[in-house]
């Protein structure tokens, strides 16, 4: 079946430093990879759409500058959140769908701003 | 605007005591509503898929039904391994992006 392999599968960094999240399809090409933000005992927030070789499509008050989304091939996607800040600690969750498999989701990062 | 709304938020079962989940939505158009389980700090993990009012689908002691308004997912005889969180999404008309209900917490005891 269809794998998404997400890292790092948790992460602390200093607040005002940045984070890169990966997401790699192995064993198909995503054209499309979905973003999503989860806080505790809270629904999935879908953040932004990504479409390889395209820019991300943001979700309404989502920061584009804050949360940089690059899909540069069809077998990953990264989302690197700039200038992290506590309130940015969340569980992170990417998404990539195809019409033989449907929707594949990632293991997560957990990333914790100090 | 599309919601999907999950009852109950929290659910406590003894093995082997069936029960159901609800979830409630509006959508313009359904193309889809979707079953996942969620294990804490993972990512959900598929179940089911419903396409139109009136499909069922079953997988062990799981069955999804879903209506016009709401789909229900019937546990039978649960077992401790299936405590985890149960999440709804529904697939709109317009665009890909599944819109998540906040989920339904289920504790399965000996």
Not at chain 2, 6 to 23: I, T
Request: aromatic share 10%; net charge neutral; proline share 4%.
């Amino acid at each position: 079946g269809a794998v998404v392999s997400q890292h790092p599968s948790w992460v602390i960094c200093k607040s005002g430093t940045s984070v890169k999240i990966e997401c790699r399809s192995l064993d198909f090409q995503a054209t499309t990879m979905f973003w999503y933000r989860q806080f505790p005992k809270q629904s999935l927030m879908l953040m932004a759409t990504s479409n390889e070789g395209s820019k991300a499509t943001y979700e309404q008050g989502v920061e584009k500058d804050k949360f940089l989304i690059n899909h540069a091939s069809l077998t990953l996607s990264t989302l690197t959140v700039t200038s992290a800040h506590p309130e940015d600690s969340s569980f992170y969750i990417c998404s990539a769908r195809t019409v033989s498999h449907g929707y594949t989701f990632g293991s997560g990062t957990r990333l914790t701003v100090v | 605007e599309d919601q999907v709304t999950q009852s109950p938020e929290a659910l406590r079962l003894q093995e082997g005591e069936s029960s159901s989940l609800n979830c409630s939505y509006t959508v313009s158009g359904l193309r889809g509503l979707f079953w996942y389980r969620q294990d804490p700090g993972k990512g959900p993990e598929f179940l089911f898929t419903l396409y139109s009012a009136g499909e069922e689908k079953e997988k062990e002691r799981l069955k999804a039904t879903l209506t016009k308004k709401e789909s229900f997912l019937h546990i039978t005889a649960p077992k401790p391994e299936d405590s985890a969180t149960y999440l709804c999404a529904v697939q709109p008309r317009e665009g890909y992006a599944l819109n998540f209900g906040k989920g339904t917490s289920l504790l399965v005891t000996p």
